[in-house]
T-cell receptor, first 111, second 117 residues
Framework: RKEVEQDPGPFNVPEGATVAFNCTYSNSASQSFFWYRQDCRKEPKLLMSVYSSGNEDGRFTAQLNRASQYISLLIRDSKLSDSATYLCVVTLNQAGTALIFGKGTTLSVSS | GAVVSQHPSWVICKSGTSVKIECRSLDFQATTMFWYRQFPKQSLMLMATSNEGSKATYEQGVEKDKFLINHASLTLSTLTVTSAHPEDSSFYIC?????????????FGPGTRLTVL
């Protein structure tokens, strides 16, 4: 079983749509959770951290369910510039360890 | 912000040659740097964790004698792919963790695209 699993998509949505991505992780000892964004042939960039209480950053909302080992990302009012691959990422402790990446979910927003 | 650079950004080499990739933290000190590899349509996979002044820790399945890592200073880590073969062609990305941070945010370099002919 893969450590971090995501639906690869692609998700093709029109501008203005709301889209949700899901992610599951296998290691219950995982402690930190993130969503990264990766554009084609570029490095990943941190989009937001994910907290148990859920957190929002503008049009982006992230949720974590530790009991189900499930993470989600909701994007409201999609923009063309949101087109990218969204990577679900976990670490096993708070500091000093490497990131464990999912394969990513590809989003394509069209006009 | 925290900036990480990589050099070169791309390289094409013949099979059997060695290629060195540099990863630098430009405006912060990084006691820990990480090297990842990404094949097309695959996730980033950790190759090794590099700690300043000590030997790198390699992930299972990564040959330490083939992928030489040196982290000689708080701002520089190098990855040398020795005797490169076509199957080593990939996107190599480093990341650096700020020494002063208790928070596990890592800053990624722009990556190096290696093509071995």
């Amino acid at each position: 079983r893969k450590e971090v699993e995501q639906d690869p998509g692609p998700f093709n949505v029109p501008e203005g749509a709301t889209v949700a991505f899901n992610c599951t992780y296998s290691n219950s000892a995982s402690q930190s959770f993130f969503w990264y964004r990766q554009d084609c042939r570029k490095e990943p960039k941190l989009l937001m951290s994910v907290y148990s209480s859920g957190n929002e950053d503008g049009r982006f909302t992230a949720q974590l369910n530790r009991a189900s080992q499930y993470i989600s990302l909701l994007i409201r009012d999609s923009k063309l510039s949101d087109s990218a691959t969204y990577l679900c990422v976990v670490t096993l402790n708070q500091a000093g360890t490497a990131l464990i990446f999912g394969k990513g979910t590809t989003l394509s927003v069209s006009s | 912000g925290a900036v990480v650079s990589q050099h070169p950004s791309w390289v094409i080499c013949k099979s059997g040659t060695s290629v060195k990739i540099e990863c630098r933290s430009l405006d912060f000190q990084a006691t820990t740097m990480f090297w990842y590899r990404q094949f097309p349509k695959q996730s980033l996979m950790l190759m090794a964790t590099s700690n300043e002044g000590s030997k790198a820790t390699y992930e299972q399945g990564v040959e330490k004698d083939k992928f030489l890592i040196n982290h000689a200073s708080l701002t520089l880590s190098t990855l040398t792919v020795t005797s490169a073969h076509p199957e080593d062609s990939s996107f190599y990305i480093c990341s650096a963790r700020r020494s002063s941070s208790s928070y596990n945010e890592q800053f990624f370099g722009p990556g190096t695209r290696l093509t071995v002919l």
